[in-house]
């Protein structure tokens, strides 16, 4: 076996994402398609609650989930080689609304104890032994799996601030530290996330972030997009959702304010915050809506800078922007927020720590831009690619397993 590798080892992964599901970040299904290409995956898609029934009749992913409960299509499909996914037969009770810590606590464990005896006939199905379990960020439903599926190595990843949203809080806050503390071993995709692990479980390790960066390609772009086209230079740019729970629209207007011979282009649907602030007024910025994901690229290639001015916040303090590495795939220069979890791009982007810094960062990186600069953004933002991610988790699972044997040697 190379080092940091694993074959040839039956995994179950689950988490807050479900195969079909059509938007969000793909990240516990990307991770499944590359660790299916040594070992053999059973993805599981979290069980259909009564609740989404009554509210979401409609739903594809809640019809297709209904139709398997019903018999009407199979619970384990195969989607490629080695690799699984797999529908309960189930249905789960909606508990969140439940304050009393015991008594959801207690509707919680009988969810869990009823999806891991559909998993576990999976994995007899299958012929799955000595499992690892991936639990991607799934504070409820998935809490108690590593007591009832007995698995070898139970591994949570944490990447994202979910206890900050009022859904998890009323109980994550207090379940995130319980589940990160009896994992086996917690991976993160941010230094800031790591660290806080660290605070429950010693075996938590960062592993970086996973990202299909194929689209962005600044050689294979051949058009700008039609707003960019006669606006005078320079542009500087933001892509994604405009909304003050990430984005510090003072940031914004500062810019705008101070440098008027600046364009601000803004690529994203707005909150109602951002639809009533000063920057609608202001003749230097410009909105630009949603776009096609497809279409990004060419907007990015417009922008002489590209922007991440984040709230500070405890949802974006530990977060890892994906849209940095995609900046830095189309060699653009980036000004963000500083953050610990930034220090991870302190090399390649430059950190604001004020919004009058924002404004000087800018003039500096357009007085610096040049070739080689723009070769080094984009080699770094390449290195972020699943297959590291994959391997980086690897050697998390075989450095805690090494740990394992060695104690129960003693």
């Not at 602030?277 to 910025?285: A, C, E, T």
């Amino acid at each position: 076996m190379k080092k940091g590798l694993l074959r040839g080892r039956d995994f179950v992964i689950l988490g807050l994402e479900n195969w079909d599901d059509k938007v969000g970040s793909k990240n516990a299904s990307n991770i499944a398609r590359e660790i299916a290409k040594d070992n053999r995956v059973l993805f599981v898609n979290l069980p259909l609650e009564v609740s989404n029934i009554i509210r979401k009749p409609f739903d594809p992913v809640n019809t297709k989930r209904l139709n398997v409960f019903r018999g009407k299509e199979q619970d384990i499909q195969q989607v490629d080689t080695n690799i699984w996914k797999f529908y309960p037969k189930t249905l789960s009770q909606s508990v969140n609304w439940i304050k009393n810590g015991e008594i959801f606590d207690k509707f919680n464990r009988k969810n869990s104890k009823l999806l891991a005896a559909k998993i576990n006939e999976a994995l007899e199905a299958l012929g799955f032994d000595n499992v690892i379990l991936l639990n991607d960020n799934e504070l409820f439903r998935c809490f108690y799996l590593k007591e009832y599926l007995n698995p070898a190595l139970s591994v949570f990843y944490i990447r994202d601030f979910i206890t900050g949203v009022d859904y998890w809080n009323r109980h994550g806050s207090r379940l995130e530290p319980e589940l990160l503390a009896k994992s086996d071993v917690v991976v993160a995709n941010s230094t800031y996330y790591a660290d806080y692990a660290a605070n429950y479980n010693n075996n938590s390790y960062f592993v970086g972030q996973g990202c299909d960066l194929s689209l962005f390609k600044p050689d294979e772009v051949k058009e700008l997009p039609e707003p960019l086209k006669n606006m005078s230079q320079p542009i500087i740019g933001y892509v994604g959702a405009l909304t003050t729970l990430r984005l510090d629209i003072n940031i914004l207007e500062h810019i705008a304010e101070q440098r008027p011979d600046w364009n601000l282009v803004l690529v994203g649907t707005e909150d109602e915050d951002f639809r009533k602030s000063r920057l609608h007024d202001m003749k230097n910025v410009h909105f630009a809506g949603q776009q096609n994901i497809v279409d990004l690229p060419n907007w990015i290639a417009g922008f002489d800078v590209c922007l991440n001015p984040q709230q500070l916040n405890k949802i974006t303090i530990g977060n890892y922007p994906l849209k940095l590495d995609e900046y830095l795939a189309m060699g653009k220069p980036v000004i963000a927020t500083k953050t610990r979890a930034m220090d991870f791009f302190s090399q390649h982007v430059y950190l604001a720590d004020s919004k009058e810094a924002y404004v000087g960062l800018i003039e500096k990186a357009l007085l610096e831009d040049d070739p080689e600069k723009r070769m080094n953004r984009r080699k770094f933002a390449a290195s972020h690619t699943w297959d590291q991610n994959v391997k980086n988790i690897y050697q998390a699972i075989l450095k805690t397993e090494s740990n394992k044997m060695a104690v129960e040697s003693l």
